[in-house]
């Protein structure tokens, strides 16, 4: 008999049939006369509930039917007589296919705390959390092509190895075959680079944006979606050191197309986790109100279902980084001295503090934060005829802070090499990306969305190191 999967079984009408099914156990409870035991095979987030007659089966059998044990079981559908399931597989045989020892498995049916489970995250995919997790991961992901390969764009494949360190000076891995301990030096004392395995120092991508402007300024509509890099030591619940990220980039776009795009993108993929993953949110959305019962009122996050409706029911607020500032200086907890990095006026960075303050406190939607001054962003980015400001757009979201990270590219050669020279990146080993600007130049826009970033918004879920299966942070690269 073929095997079926639990989310079908519970889905079924057809009382009385037999299925085969296949999974791990949750539970097993029950009396002298019979067993239940909770089956979960990881297609949903519902157990199934399989009902064994004790009398029926060996008392050895049953007695390894335990937490964590893989088992088989063939048995008829019934309507089920407990709450909580509209079905139940009444069983006519059983099997373990694989024992567990509960005495050592760490994985008890009792709640675990996030910090544990990323210890063990080579088990955490048979949690209710992880499982939800990582199917709205997927359901994100199938999104993401879905909807850009129903606009036409090209996905791309960008390098993940470069020899370009112009985006993220300081901040790269190094990827060499030279023996650290042994190393072939120049005449001058400097590490000889042409030794090495591309005859040149290289590194992680920290973006593919550069390549992915290269490939837009031929094929009109593109989008990267793939791992990228950047060894920056910021132990925060928003960053990781390995994350996925999608950047299209697109010719002929402006500053507020790139903004639009943005906007029905991010929409999108909410609509489509509203649509696709209901069973998945609801547990998440019941477990992080369970984890704010005892936050104050005011501290605690909207009802996860509820915020995602609102940011689609509603325009992003669109506003300049000067008026951001202006906002942000006059704030109450500004003047109250309870930002860590008090915003003293034009100029600053803003910090994630901030960004959460005028998407949850003052506008309470998503803010979408426009020319910024050119000394806090990339070299690549339009100049405002104020020659001040840059055409940047950063996406803020509750909870999350910057979510997206985008601009109008400058296109103009001139200007864009006099910003390289002034900015130091080194204009004379790009050629490659000043070409676009030398033969058939257009105006074009992009934008980068962390993935991970995307999926704590999604999920609910607080850490980064939760929405991806293997974290990778300083001091932590197991599994
Ligand atoms: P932040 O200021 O939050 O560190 P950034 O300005 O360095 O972000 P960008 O270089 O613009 O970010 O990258 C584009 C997007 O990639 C960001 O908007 C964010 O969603 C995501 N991102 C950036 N750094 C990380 C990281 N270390 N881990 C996970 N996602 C990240
Ligand atoms: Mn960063």
């Known amino acids: 008999m073929r095997r079926t999967k639990v989310s079908d079984i519970i889905k079924s009408e057809e009382i009385g049939k037999e299925f085969l099914v296949k999974g791990w156990v949750r539970t097993r409870r029950g009396n002298k006369n019979v067993s239940f035991i909770a089956l979960n095979d990881g297609s ?62 760490p994985l008890q049916p009792k709640k675990h705390s996030l910090e544990f489970l990323r210890e063990i995250a080579h088990l955490r995919f048979r949690t209710n959390t992880f499982s939800a997790v990582a199917r709205v991961r997927h359901a994100m992901i199938f999104a993401v092509h879905s909807f850009f390969s129903s606009k036409g764009f090209v996905n791309i494949h960008t390098p993940i190895i470069t020899a370009s360190d112009a985006e993220g000076a300081g901040e790269m891995f190094q990827v060499t075959t030279l023996d650290l301990n042994n190393l072939p030096k120049t005449d001058d004392g400097k590490v000889n680079y042409a030794n090495d ?7 992680l991508t920290v973006s593919g944006q550069l390549e992915g402007e ?7 509509e593109i989008y990267t979606f793939g791992p990228t890099f950047r ?6 619940t928003r960053h990781l050191a390995e994350f996925w990220m999608i950047e299209p980039e697109m010719a002929f776009y402006e500053l507020e197309d790139n903004m639009d795009l943005a906007e029905e993108f991010l929409k999108y993929l909410i609509k489509y986790a509203l649509d696709n993953c209901m069973d ?44 951001a500032i202006e906002i942000l200086k006059n704030s109450k907890p500004n003047k109250k001295g309870q930002f860590k990095y ?24 998503p803010v979408i934060l426009t020319n910024y001054p050119k000394e806090i962003k990339a ?27 985008g601009s109008q590219r400058e296109e103009n050669y001139d200007k864009l090499v006099k910003r390289m020279n002034e900015m130091n990146v080194p204009a004379e080993q790009m050629s490659w990306y000043l070409d676009t600007r030398r033969f058939g130049t257009v105006p074009h826009s992009g934008f980068g969305l962390g993935f991970e970033r995307l999926m704590l918004f999604v999920t609910g879920m607080g850490n980064i190191r939760d929405v991806i299966p293997f974290p990778r942070t300083p001091n932590n690269a197991e599994f």
Request: proline share 2%; charged share 25%.
């Open 342 to 365: 008090p915003v003293e006026g034009y100029g600053v960075d803003l910090q994630s503090e901030h960004e959460r303050y005028l998407v949850e406190k003052h506008f309470k939607k």
């Open 280 to 323: 998945d949110l609801k547990f998440l959305s019941a477990r992080l109100q369970e984890e704010e019962k005892n936050k104050k009122a005011e501290d605690r996050s909207m009802e996860l279902i509820e915020k995602m409706q609102f940011v689609l029911a509603n325009d992003f607020c669109r506003l300049t980084y000067s008026e």
């Open 214 to 220: 290269l490939a837009a300024m031929g094929l009109g």
């Open 379 to 405: 070299f690549y980015m339009k100049m405002n005829q104020d020659e001040k400001t840059v055409r940047a757009m950063d996406v803020l979201f509750p909870q999350i802070g910057e979510i997206i990270g």
């Open 44 to 105: 949903t987030i519902h157990n199934l509930q399989i009902v064994a007659d004790v009398e029926k089966f060996d008392e050895e059998l049953l007695r390894r039917v335990t937490t964590g044990a893989s088992i088989a079981v063939t048995g008829t559908l019934n309507p089920s007589q407990g709450s909580g399931q509209q079905v139940e597989i009444l069983a006519q045989a059983l099997d373990v296919i694989g024992d567990c020892d509960v005495n050592v498995y």
């Open 231 to 236: 060894a920056e030591n910021s132990n925060t």
């Open 197 to 203: 395995f591309f005859g040149k120092s290289t590194n």
